[in-house]
């Protein structure tokens, strides 16, 4: 069993920054990527970031150079920092991991507001 927390949305005016946070934690033997997600009222599920083994990354053309995913592989950890956060960015966020067996996992959502 595998679980997933994130932690770090909020409300933020446009132009603000958050940084979300997933921790993994349970029987993880292989990690292939983790990233993020992103659901809004009434809209499919899109992919925001993710990063593979060896550090490959890709991006949401919408987010590209405005947010940044990293990970600490010591603590089974993704990270997600947003700066010049839009209106059109509100959503509730999801964590993802992808297993070496090709499982994935999925955290409960945190809320992002960008609202002034």
């Known amino acids: 069993q595998v679980q997933l927390v994130e932690s770090g949305g909020g409300l933020v005016q446009p132009g603000g920054s958050l940084r979300l946070s997933c921790a993994a934690s349970?029987?993880?033997?292989?990690?292939?990527?983790m990233g993020w997600y992103r659901q809004a009222p009434g809209k499919q599920r899109e992919l925001v970031a993710t990063?593979?083994?060896?550090?490959?990354?890709n991006y949401a053309d919408s987010v590209k150079e405005r947010f940044t995913i990293s990970r600490d592989n010591a603590k089974n950890t993704v990270y997600l920092q947003m700066n010049s956060l839009k209106p059109e960015d509100t959503a509730v966020y999801y964590c993802?991991?992808?297993?070496?067996?090709?499982?994935?996992?999925w955290g409960q959502g945190t809320q992002v507001t960008v609202s002034s």
């Open positions: 993802n991991l992808q297993t070496g067996a090709s499982v994935d996992y």
């Open positions: 349970g029987s993880i033997f292989s990690i292939y990527a």
């Open positions: 990063m593979a083994s060896g550090r490959r990354t």
